[in-house]
T-cell receptor, first 114, second 115 residues
Framework: DTAVSQTPKYLVTQMGNDKSIKCEQN?????MYWYKQDSKKFLKIMFSYNNKELIINETVPNRFSPKSPDKAHLNLHINSLELGDSAVYFC?????????????FGQGTRLTVV | GESVGLHLPTLSVQEGDNSIINCAYS??????FIWYKQESGKGPQFIID?????DKRQGQRVTVLLNKTVKHLSLQIAATQPGDSAVYFC??????????????FGTGTLLAVQP
């Protein structure tokens, strides 16, 4: 009954590799996000999708490519991984236009590039 | 542990005391504010929210105060418990729930509850 689930939880990979993180939400929300949390715990939005359409792209390198096959899924593919990509990546979802618009977060994917 | 090397603002309180965590936000057009709690190894979890047409909102053991004049937000936790130990983030949004809604997070404050 997990609301927002991401896989994998941990990902260790070498520089230059390509990897994907998957996210699914079962809350019936229409908007999904990817956030990046750095080593200082700073959380920054990367992308948001509303009804499968890209709404926000926050100056993220084009090595990062989100894909939303349907409203319940938002995956993140990263090409040519770099050391600086090491961080915790959080998927989130929300329902816009309602009385509350808070985002529900997944448990995070800790990416370590070596 | 996870906190090694971190230099988050830290609030240390005794169990049973009240805690007040402060946050300054930057965008005067922000109209929606949320407090999140993040425990070690987990994602941020919603605590309480407030819209800009209010200056106070209460939940279970928590109260959020909003001062738009000085762009300040605070979270008060009554009778703090060891389970309250976590990093607390304030977040602001200026979309009013529209399609370009995005949350801008503050730096985070580490709350350490001493038994």
């Amino acid at each position: 009954d997990t609301a927002v689930s991401q896989t994998p939880k941990y990902l260790v990979t070498q520089m230059g590799n390509d990897k994907s993180i998957k996210c699914e939400q079962n809350l019936g929300h229409d908007t999904m996000y990817w956030y990046k949390q750095d080593s200082k715990k700073f959380l920054k939005i990367m992308f948001s999708y509303n009804n499968k359409e890209l709404i926000i792209n926050e100056t993220v390198p084009n090595r990062f490519s989100p894909k939303s096959p349907d409203k319940a899924h938002l995956n993140l593919h990263i090409n040519s991984l770099e050391l600086g990509d090491s961080a915790v990546y959080f998927c989130a979802s929300s329902r816009l236009g309602g009385p509350r618009a808070e985002a529900f977060f997944g448990q995070g994917t800790r990416l370590t590039v070596v | 542990g996870e906190s090694v090397g971190l230099h988050l603002p830290t609030l240390s309180v005794q169990e049973g005391d009240n805690s007040i965590i402060n946050c300054a936000y930057s965008n005067s057009a922000s109209d929606y504010f949320i407090w999140y709690k993040q425990e070690s190894g987990k994602g941020p979890q919603f605590i309480i929210d407030i819209r800009s047409n209010m200056d106070k909102r209460q939940g279970q053991r928590v109260t959020v105060l909003l001062n738009k004049t000085v762009k300040h937000l605070s979270l008060q936790i009554a009778a703090t418990q060891p389970g309250d130990s976590a990093v607390y983030f304030c977040a602001e949004s200026s979309a009013g729930g529209g399609a370009t809604n995005k949350l801008i997070f503050g730096t985070g404050t580490l709350l350490a509850v001493q038994p």
